[in-house]
């Protein structure tokens, strides 16, 4: 492929599909998540639903096909930046960061510890075929909340190795409490 047919690619990444911008798409994706419906959104921001429905689809196709991900980081911002949910401000603090190895400003979204509790439930859900989902809502926290606690944790993770330490304890103190072992005595001989 030549430069000139690469150059022309990256410029039309992100033109519009069906009138319908990338942000445009990111922010009303992001309400959904928070429970707003579709129709609703759609009539806010003037959508067809034809054209919403093609819209999703090429979006969708862009980003599978974009190698450098850029398009998936940017959706990410965006997404964070509609500043939907109870940790919607979390979430415009978050975005400027993600995809860099900057931590995440403000107050705590939730503690790590409640985080990795929650993760660790998850987990053994998971393992056990229950709904993952049903597991975070146990908690008070919806699935995009908990997206975006997982940004700000993963933040900080990435640039404060105090915090990657604290998370790798109770990770393992959550997982043995999820998952545990079976004790000697409790296994079966033959």
Not at 23 to 44: H, V
Not at 68 to 89: R, V
Not at 144 to 167: C, E, H, I, P, R
Request: net charge negative; with cysteine.
């Amino acid at each position: 492929m030549s430069n000139q047919t690469k150059n022309k690619m990256s410029k039309n990444l992100t033109d519009p599909i069906e009138g319908v911008s990338f942000e445009t798409y990111a922010t009303i994706n992001a309400q959904m998540a928070q429970g707003t419906s579709q129709g609703d959104l759609l009539k806010k921001y003037g959508i067809e639903n034809v054209a919403w429905e093609k819209a999703c689809a090429g979006w969708l196709d862009r980003m599978r096909e974009d190698s450098s991900y850029s398009l998936m980081t940017e959706y990410g911002k965006y997404f964070m930046n509609a500043g939907q949910g109870q940790f919607g401000e979390t979430a415009k603090q978050v975005a400027p960061v993600v995809g860099t190895n900057q931590g995440a400003k403000g107050d705590e979204p939730m503690s790590l510890e409640l985080y990795v509790e929650i993760m660790c439930a998850q987990g053994a859900a998971a393992a056990q075929g229950k709904d993952v989902i049903k597991v975070a809502e146990s908690y008070g926290i919806n699935a995009a909340d908990y997206g975006t606690v997982g940004l700000y944790w993963s933040s900080k993770m990435a640039s404060d190795m105090n915090v990657a330490n604290q998370f790798s304890t109770l990770y393992s103190t959550y997982e043995a409490k999820f998952n545990p072992q079976p004790k000697e005595e409790d296994e079966i001989s033959f």
